[in-house]
């Protein structure tokens, strides 16, 4: 009965879950599966943050319905965050609504400015929620590419030159999820232009706000003169302090477009649990030397990541942020397709990564790759995925030292 109604109809089965499934039902056998597929950090909250958690918990008046919106000492961190890093001046009150995580952000933002036929620009390949928000608020997609060159800027053109009716709302995420591609301060002063010449809303996911490489921080659309008429930004914890089952993150900029979400948000929820909400405070405004050890190790395990698979005969780009590469399949056997190699990498080699498929059409080809394991365990994937080569014919290099 379900395929009746409206809204399941608009949403197809969810390739990625055909492989979580393969691999709960490997571990449930037994099996030694590396899992690389899902974005799940492996790495523990600042102890401060958990201490926090547990101190505020303990009050007998801490358990009732918290803020919507979220509670006035969390915006105000976030407002000053935006501050300490980006140099952006934020009003805690009327432009910062905290939610739970920044998907749920996306899609609450979605239902409150979508109305059925309108059209959304989005990014393919992208994470889901990108796309899925809208189709589910009722609105047309249309897709523009990942990749910000000077295809990026015609394509969002010709969108605007044949589409009707015109397209109100486009969405960026940089670091990009799935593909780990970034831009600078000057593509958000471009596109900031470009949206208030053609009156269009941006919604920016800056989810890997704090996962950057090389030295290169990654800027904020906020940051753009401007940037604030046109614009709302989501942020979260999930990554940058290793929080992602607290469900916390952030919407911050516009202000016409955070009161519509908190309006929207307070008929759907009450916020998250205060002492959460608590402990996300003494995260924002405590030590921030966590973020810069992150930072690190994801670094660490991006290098091990490409030398180790290099050397097991799959060439993969070195991303330049975020806690995924996004790997061509192996030339060899590009054939599979990324659902099916996927699948074999699974069963053959135990290691599990995300089909780039599952991010949309324009991701086939590729596979998501998460650096959510340690040292030991993704040298240990590359030896397993060498054999794996091998076992397909693939030429691997003969002679390389051990991985």
């Given at each position: 009965m379900s395929e009746e109604f409206y809204r399941i109809k608009r949403l197809p089965p969810y390739v990625i879950a055909e492989v979580n499934a393969m691999r709960a039902a490997a571990r449930g056998a037994g099996e030694d599966i590396i899992d690389l597929g899902m974005g799940n950090p492996d790495l523990p909250p600042p102890p401060h943050v958990i201490e926090k958690l547990?101190?505020?918990?303990?009050?007998?008046?801490?358990?009732?319905?918290?803020?919507?919106?979220?509670?006035?000492?969390?915006?105000?961190?976030?407002?000053?965050?935006?501050?300490?890093?980006?140099?952006?001046?934020?009003?805690?009150?009327?432009?910062?609504v905290v939610t739970m995580g920044s998907k749920e952000g996306l899609a609450s933002l979605a239902t409150a400015i979508t109305a059925p036929g309108d059209v959304v620009l989005a990014p393919n390949p992208s994470y889901p929620i990108h796309t899925f928000g809208f189709i589910i608020a009722g609105a047309t997609i249309r897709s523009v590419p990942t990749t910000p060159d000077e295809n990026y800027f015609r394509s969002l053109e010709r969108a605007m030159a044949f589409t009707v009716p015109r397209p109100s709302i486009l969405v960026v995420n940089y670091p990009s999820n799935p593909t780990a591609e970034?831009?600078?301060?000057?593509?958000?002063?471009?596109?900031?232009?470009?949206?208030?010449?053609?009156?269009?809303?941006?919604?920016?996911?800056?989810?890997?706000?704090?996962?950057?490489?090389?030295?290169?921080?990654?800027?904020?659309?906020?940051?753009?003169?401007?940037?604030?008429?046109?614009?709302?930004?989501?942020?979260?914890?999930?990554?940058?302090?290793?929080?992602?089952?607290?469900?916390?993150?952030?919407?911050?900029?516009?202000?016409?477009?955070?009161?519509?979400?908190?309006?929207?948000?307070?008929?759907?929820?009450?916020?998250?649990?205060?002492?959460?909400?608590?402990?996300?405070?003494?995260?924002?405004?405590?030590?921030?030397?966590?973020?810069?050890?992150?930072?690190?190790?994801?670094?660490?395990?991006?290098?091990?990541?490409?030398?180790?698979?290099?050397?097991?005969?799959?060439?993969?780009?070195?991303?330049?942020?975020?806690?995924?590469?996004?790997?061509?399949?192996?030339?060899?056997?590009?054939?599979?397709?990324?659902?099916?190699?996927?699948?074999?990498?699974?069963?053959?080699?135990?290691?599990?990564?995300?089909?780039?498929?599952?991010?949309?059409?324009d991701g086939e080809g590729y596979v998501r790759i998460a650096m959510v394991e340690n040292e030991h365990r993704l040298r240990q994937a590359a030896r397993n995925v060498k054999r794996y080569l091998q076992s397909m014919g693939v030429n691997t290099p003969a002679q390389s030292k051990a991985i």
């Amino acid at each position: 009965m379900s395929e009746e109604f409206y809204r399941i109809k608009r949403l197809p089965p969810y390739v990625i879950a055909e492989v979580n499934a393969m691999r709960a039902a490997a571990r449930g056998a037994g099996e030694d599966i590396i899992d690389l597929g899902m974005g799940n950090p492996d790495l523990p909250p600042p102890p401060h943050v958990i201490e926090k958690l547990c101190e505020v918990a303990q009050k007998p008046d801490a358990h009732g319905y918290s803020a919507s919106k979220g509670i006035p000492g969390l915006r105000k961190a976030q407002a000053n965050y935006y501050g300490r890093r980006f140099g952006v001046d934020v009003d805690p009150e009327h432009e910062v609504v905290v939610t739970m995580g920044s998907k749920e952000g996306l899609a609450s933002l979605a239902t409150a400015i979508t109305a059925p036929g309108d059209v959304v620009l989005a990014p393919n390949p992208s994470y889901p929620i990108h796309t899925f928000g809208f189709i589910i608020a009722g609105a047309t997609i249309r897709s523009v590419p990942t990749t910000p060159d000077e295809n990026y800027f015609r394509s969002l053109e010709r969108a605007m030159a044949f589409t009707v009716p015109r397209p109100s709302i486009l969405v960026v995420n940089y670091p990009s999820n799935p593909t780990a591609e970034t831009v600078d301060l000057a593509f958000y002063e471009r596109l900031v232009a470009w949206a208030k010449e053609n009156k269009v809303w941006i919604l920016s996911d800056l989810a890997y706000s704090e996962l950057y490489f090389d030295g290169n921080p990654t800027p904020s659309i906020l940051q753009v003169k401007g940037g604030k008429d046109v614009a709302v930004e989501f942020t979260s914890l999930s990554k940058t302090y290793s929080m992602a089952g607290w469900r916390v993150g952030f919407a911050v900029g516009n202000r016409d477009l955070i009161a519509a979400m908190t309006r929207v948000k307070s008929y759907l929820d009450y916020g998250a649990f205060t002492p959460i909400q608590a402990a996300a405070c003494a995260a924002l405004n405590g030590p921030q030397d966590i973020v810069e050890q992150n930072r690190q190790l994801y670094h660490k395990r991006r290098d091990i990541l490409v030398e180790a698979f290099g050397r097991a005969g799959w060439d993969i780009p070195p991303p330049r942020a975020s806690m995924f590469a996004w790997a061509p399949l192996p030339p060899a056997l590009a054939h599979l397709g990324s659902l099916e190699f996927s699948k074999q990498l699974l069963t053959e080699a135990k290691v599990a990564v995300a089909p780039g498929v599952g991010y949309g059409e324009d991701g086939e080809g590729y596979v998501r790759i998460a650096m959510v394991e340690n040292e030991h365990r993704l040298r240990q994937a590359a030896r397993n995925v060498k054999r794996y080569l091998q076992s397909m014919g693939v030429n691997t290099p003969a002679q390389s030292k051990a991985i």
